[in-house]
């Protein structure tokens, strides 16, 4: 079981917030977040179900993490262990995470890999996020693991699609050009960009591209 207490802040106010594994008895709240998260035209089918949710649990629940404030879930996240392989670059999400379900989940892996991150579109101001992410690495670290790996969504490449390639906008959001509301959140996280990923996920606003991001453990050195 992964607990901890913390306090983040509105504006100058602290804010108690508790970070724990999730359970049976958070399902409905953490499928409520999921909807709040990502509202349409994102896919209605890759939202969270509980057949899902319990696989998380029951596989691995070291990964699987939810932020409560005053009793109330604001968000969530969940990873899996991976043995991942640098010269196998292209993956979808649906295949590295079983669909969300999860049974790709290799205890004997090297890396732990996002499936997903979500804070209640009301609470991002507290930086809840973040914390979350800092909670992973610790189960990296934990683990002996040797990087946290994830695709990141690109949701501002849309509007950007006939200015530049994915790759030129991801390394113009890393110059700091221009703002991703994903990718500059994982690079103020600490993550630092691979590589684009194609055909990653089905997400109109990232035209399905994404970028995977890694962490790597400064305690493992491959």
């Not at 890396?111 to 804070?119: A, M, N, Q, T």
């Not at 610790?138 to 695709?151: Q, S």
Request: charged residues 25%; aromatic residues 10%.
């Amino acid at each position: 079981m992964f607990k901890k207490e913390l306090y983040v802040f509105d504006k100058d106010k602290p804010v108690k917030a508790i970070i724990r594994t999730y359970s049976q008895e958070d399902f409905d709240q953490l499928i409520h977040i999921q909807k709040k998260c990502f509202p349409p035209p994102f896919p209605s089918e890759l939202l969270w179900n509980k057949e899902q949710l319990n696989n998380h649990i029951k596989l691995f629940s070291e990964g699987a993490l939810c932020l409560e404030i005053d009793d109330q879930l604001v968000g969530s996240m969940t990873g899996l262990i991976i043995n991942y392989n640098k010269e196998h670059k292209h993956h979808t999400w649906e295949d590295i995470t079983d669909n969300g379900y999860i049974r790709t989940h290799d205890p004997n892996g090297n890396s732990l890999y996002i499936v997903d991150i979500s804070v209640m579109p009301e609470f991002r101001k507290l930086g809840l996020g973040k914390w979350l992410m800092f909670s992973m690495y610790n189960i990296v670290v934990e683990k002996k693991l040797e990087r946290l790996l994830g695709g990141g969504r690109m949701p501002g490449y849309k509007e950007k699609s006939n200015e530049m390639s994915p790759e030129q906008y991801l390394n113009a959001v890393v110059k700091g050009n221009i703002k991703d509301p994903v990718i500059t959140f994982l690079l103020r996280c600490g993550r630092v960009p691979l590589h684009i990923i194609p055909n990653y996920l089905e997400d109109e606003d990232s035209l399905n591209y994404a970028a995977l991001m890694e962490w790597k453990s400064p305690f493992v050195q491959s």
